[in-house]
């Protein structure tokens, strides 16, 4: 459940740290970096520096671009019912869809969770005092 005494910083940081590990875990790498951003019902993540070197070699082809793409999009695709449980246990609601994509040009990834409710606003006002 979504702990109130978390500030959205720190739920993004949660984030961000779970999708590292789990980077490293799953695909084998993890991100050079990685930031989180909770708008709305939507958890968007980006992860920079993803690609192998192997993989590198192969955004040389147009071949190798689409290689990467689906390999990426299969393996993550696979593994959703894992991060599903990892954003839920962290946000306290159930995530309804996951988007993804990576750049074989720059080695980002972003993910987007959709979530069954907005949290984004009342992350907004939790222990935040309005400013005068």
């Keep these: 459940m979504l702990m109130q005494k978390k500030s959205k910083g720190m739920i993004e940081a949660e984030i961000s740290n779970e999708l590292v590990k789990f980077e490293k875990e799953y695909m084998g790498r993890g991100p050079l970096e990685t930031r989180t951003y909770i708008i709305d019902d939507m958890v968007i993540v980006r992860l920079t520096k993803v690609l192998t070197r192997s993989e590198e070699q192969l955004t040389r082809t147009d ?3 689409a290689l990467i793409k689906k390999v990426r999009s299969t393996l993550l695709e696979e593994a959703g019912h894992l991060l599903d449980a990892i954003i839920s246990d962290i946000v306290g609601c159930n995530v309804v869809s996951m988007h993804t994509d990576v750049s ?5 990834r972003i993910i987007i969770f959709i979530l069954d409710r907005n949290i984004g606003d009342s992350l907004k006002t939790a222990g935040h005092r309005p400013q005068p």
């Design 63 to 65: 071949e190798g671009k």
């Design 104 to 108: 074989t040009k720059t080695g980002e």
